[in-house]
């Protein structure tokens, strides 16, 4: 079974630049949730989405946005990058039917601002 | 929200000792515990979870407590292997879908 699948794995972007990021879930998860980890502010949740409504939100600014599809794949979008948005960026995956289900991370995008 | 405190930040042990991490939550809403283990440059990894209708759960060398009445819960790791050593995350959540709230992470290194 595939796990969670995180592309592209490494982004260089220059400041004002906007980026899109790409996550499969595994094959039946409904819910993908999106995080950034950063050396200074550890592992931040931005947001989840299932069946394809944004369920939770966590408190970043509209530049970070996302959605899902009806295949479950999710995208999340930064516009107007900023030099402290260079971080690691992991999406994980749920079955999501049921409340607080088991979460599997991808190997997550690492985006470099400059 | 809720507020998740983690520690030690880094732990060393001989190999074949056994290590204890330390987690507290403020949030008596949450119901939900996993634990991660993250490696160098990989996601982090499910390796146990318990849930509030239970005080300890074990799959092989690791275990796991939980105290809700204190709100603190704790990953225990019996004879560490090497491959033991990595960055130790635990989360909590409530029931308001995959939300987590992160500690600060442990580094853990089994010294040989």
């Known amino acids: 079974k595939a796990g969670v699948t995180q592309t592209p794995r490494y982004l260089i972007k220059t400041r004002g630049q906007q980026v899109t990021l790409s996550c499969s879930p595994i094959s039946g998860h409904r819910s993908v949730s999106w995080y950034q980890q950063t050396p200074g502010q550890g592992l931040q949740f931005l947001f989840e989405y299932f069946s394809e409504t944004q369920r939770n939100k966590g408190n970043f600014p509209g530049r970070f946005s996302g959605r899902q599809f009806s295949n479950s794949r999710s995208e999340m979008n930064v516009s107007t990058l900023e030099l402290g948005d260079s971080a690691l960026y992991l999406c994980?995956?749920?079955?999501?039917?049921?409340?607080?289900?088991?979460?599997?991370f991808g190997q997550g995008t690492r985006l470099t601002v400059v | 929200g809720e507020n998740v405190e983690q520690h030690p930040s880094t732990l060393s042990v001989q190999e074949g000792d056994s290590a204890v991490i330390k987690c507290t939550y403020s949030?008596?809403?949450?119901?939900?515990f996993p634990w991660y283990k993250q490696e160098l440059g990989k996601g982090p990894q499910l390796i146990i979870d318990?849930?509030?209708?239970?005080g300890e759960k074990k799959d092989q060398r690791i275990a796991v407590t939980l105290n809700k009445t204190a709100k603190h819960f704790s990953l225990h790791i019996t004879e560490t292997q090497p491959e033991d050593s990595a960055v130790y995350f635990c989360?909590?959540?409530?029931?308001?879908?995959?939300?987590?709230?992160f500690g600060t992470g442990t580094s853990l290194t089994v010294i040989p």
């Open positions: 318990i849930r509030s209708n239970v």
């Open positions: 989360a909590a959540s409530k029931d308001t879908g995959n939300q987590f709230y």
């Open positions: 949030d008596s809403a949450s119901n939900y």
């Open positions: 994980a995956s749920s079955l999501g039917s049921g409340l607080n289900t088991e979460a599997f």
